[in-house]
Nanobody, 122 residues
Framework: VQLQASGGGLVQPGGSLRLSCAVS????????MGWYRQAPGKQRELVAR???????ETADSVKGRFTISRDNAKDTVLLQMNSLKPEDTAVYSC?????????????????WGQGTLVTVSS
């Protein structure tokens, strides 16, 4: 199973980016998919996640600016990021979980994609 993330890059404050994460080599469905980020010198934090039924959770720091969505048939999760701020600069990683464990912290068995760097700077 591989998670392939794309869409990161350099954007000016106030700009937008859309991150995409596609799953390949998967013979089963993931119940929960999401995005975490880690900025230099900071701990990894949950950005947003979504269940196969459409339930979402978004971090307070990005609420109203970021939107998570998924295509269950394609095992793809998207993160639309609008009104980006310099403090959004981080490496963003997608994750997928088979279980229905809604614990926001990573758990054994979670699948991770490679990170994609988002830099918000003028």
């Amino acid at each position: 199973v591989q998670l392939q993330a794309s869409g990161g890059g350099l954007v000016q404050p106030g700009g937008s980016l859309r991150l995409s994460c596609a799953v390949s080599g998967n013979g089963f469905s993931f119940n929960i998919m999401g995005w975490y980020r880690q900025a230099p010198g900071k701990q990894r934090e949950l950005v947003a996640r979504i269940s196969s039924g459409g339930t979402t959770e978004t971090a307070d720091s990005v609420k109203g600016r970021f939107t998570i969505s998924r295509d269950n048939a394609k095992d793809t999760v998207l993160l639309q990021m609008n009104s980006l701020k310099p403090e959004d600069t981080a490496v963003y990683s997608c994750t997928a979980r088979r279980s229905l464990n809604w614990n926001p912290s990573p758990i054994p068995g979670d699948y991770w994609g490679q990170g994609t760097l988002v830099t918000v700077s003028s």
